[in-house]
């Protein structure tokens, strides 16, 4: 059973969602959106993002996207939980539904959620069955209402992630008058994946690789929309190309290169911040001790691991960490203080190996 007020139409989620309550609370006091790490189905759970947190103050976190449907039926806690560490934390959202995603927007700001994303860009054949996802771009008016419904539901900014087009529907004209009726209708911040997608014939992951990156076009959003905020998504990999792309647009979002080669952020921080980060060796020792306290409530140690097998990639002893680690995870030891010295003794070998490496580099060089 649902357990929210039931409302039929749009005007009536205004209704019932506009009615003082714990909405009115202070506003989040986190605004910036100059660097993001996207959203990423089984990958940004809430472990990976507190450890992306370990080494990135300032990124903003997004969860993976979560249905309507598994919010409003399914284990809400679970999908919802985050740590307050990961703010500033974004919750997306997939639907189309504007009354049930106003309701879960209400979930997410009360859970403490920074943003309500609503995904307009995944392209997979299960959510263009929802209805949702990609498929919105052809329906700018339902998106419009979408937020519209979840504006009144909520104090924090709702934004939309999307392609900048689908299969056809792929000129500015039509970008441009998605972009205009959304905002329209109370969404000030776009995150546009760089490419368009093909509804059918591809693979997600296919339609991630395939319709080649257009950035001129991102830009050209800008401009248009002066007022909004617009961040760039697909395809950055190095500070260098953040910075580039931030003399265009307000922000710039990395998925993979973030997963797979995580300390890239510490990169982004010095480059976008003037920031530091702690060293690979205390990010370790720091998730260690998270690590242990989810242990401690029942989280597999697999769960955990996973995400941090990238942290030494392009260096020597990445190998041996991602080998160790994985051995460490089949032990799936408890004991407390087991893993915590385990993994310093990980971060330990993998330090030394690159000191050694250092010094052979030095000497061949002399
Ligand atoms: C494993 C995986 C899962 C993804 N899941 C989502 C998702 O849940 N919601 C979403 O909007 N995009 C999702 N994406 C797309 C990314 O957010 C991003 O738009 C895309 O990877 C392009 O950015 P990148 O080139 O920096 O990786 C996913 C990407 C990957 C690789």
Known sequence: MLDFPAASSVDECFALFSAPGPVSSPLPKYTSRRLCVAPMMEWTDRHCRYFLRLISPHARLYTEMVTTGALLHGDRDRFLKFDPAEHPVALQLGGSD??????????????????????????????????????????PQLVAECVAAMRAAVPIPVTVKTRLGIDDLDHDEHLHRFIGSVAAAGCEVFILHARKA??????????????????????????????????ING???????????????????????????????AEMERALFDGESPSREAVVEDFARYMERELDAGVPMRAMTRHILGLFNGLPGARRWRRELSELAAADT????VLLSATAHLAATASDFRRRHAADAASTVS
């Open 98 to 139: 504007p009354v049930a995603l106003a309701q879960c927007a209400r979930y997410g700001y009360e859970q403490g959620y920074d943003e309500i994303n609503l995904n307009c860009g995944c392209p997979s054949d299960r959510v263009q069955d929802g209805r949702f996802g990609a498929c919105l771009m052809a329906e």
């Open 198 to 231: 093909w509804l059918s014939g591809l693979s997600p992951k296919e339609n991630r690789e395939v319709p080649p990156l257009q950035y001129e076009r991102v830009y050209a959003v800008k401009p248009a929309f002066p007022s909004l905020t617009i961040v």
């Open 235 to 265: 395809g950055v990999t190095s500070a260098a190309a953040a910075r580039d792309h931030l003399s265009f647009v307000d922000g710039v979002m990395i998925g993979r290169e973030a997963y797979h080669n995580p300390y890239m952020l």
């Open 334 to 337: 408890r004991r407390s203080g």
